[in-house]
């Protein structure tokens, strides 16, 4: 899938000649495009590979092994690493992490796989309608949570099932910031709130307060940035503007604050 690049891709696409099926649209955006591909496949497993990342050889066929033993699971997945534009590794999640038991409360508390660590059944896709396109930077996330109801680990630590996860400055992800934790707290709220609360929702919700933390400071810090404040009067000044422009982060705010005071 093209989604409209400026640069000199349909040439670099065009030397693959019949081996590559290629897609143009008009800058649509991701979920867009990951729509898009998914009407034209025809295979019996979806990987989505984005256009840094890469795939180690023999992945496909390791998931592909796994699919056949396991016909009733809709999500497979793997680990990852991630590296620089160099080679060098800047971290590393060789072993699947544990959501196969309990997808849905896993994935709100630890956090998905990245899309490209992932293999679904097109089924699943259809059931989930695909991925939101006025999701933002984490409808890959919402999508997951969605699609969460078999999931089977592709498991080993071998490098052919590892997802590789390329990095630079410019990438979605490192321009993102601030945005990616707003969108995945928003994610993770929608989705728990059209689940019945259940014995495992205590798990869920503790990494939903892991995730408003991390808005608050994200928040607060940009906050105190526009007021040019330093030291303790930018954290004060800016957790209390952060909460008055988004209550629902209260919760995370007062363990914060109560902490700050019982330290002075």
Known sequence: MDDGSTDETPERLAAFGG????????????????????????????????????????????????????????????????????????????????????PFHALVAEGSPPISALAVRPAAVERVGGFDVAEGSQADWDFLAQARRFWRCVSGRSRATTAIIRRHGESMSALAGHRLALDGLAVLERNLSRHERCPSCPQAERGLLIWRRAVLRASAQEFSSRLHLTGRPARWVGTTLAVARRPRLAPAAWPMLRGRLGSR
């Not at 897609?23 to 034209?40: D, K, M, P, Y």
């Open 19 to 102: 081996r590559v099926t290629v897609h143009r649209q008009e800058g649509r955006g991701v979920s867009a495009a990951r729509n898009a591909g998914i009407a034209l496949a025809r295979g019996k497993l979806l990987v989505f590979l984005d256009a840094d990342d890469l795939l180690p050889p023999r992945f496909a066929e390791r998931f592909t092994d796994a699919a056949a033993v396991a016909p009733g699971v809709e999500a497979f997945h793997c680990g990852w690493r991630g590296i620089d534009f160099q080679g060098n590794e800047l971290y590393s999640q060789d072993g699947p992490i544990d959501i196969d038991g309990d």
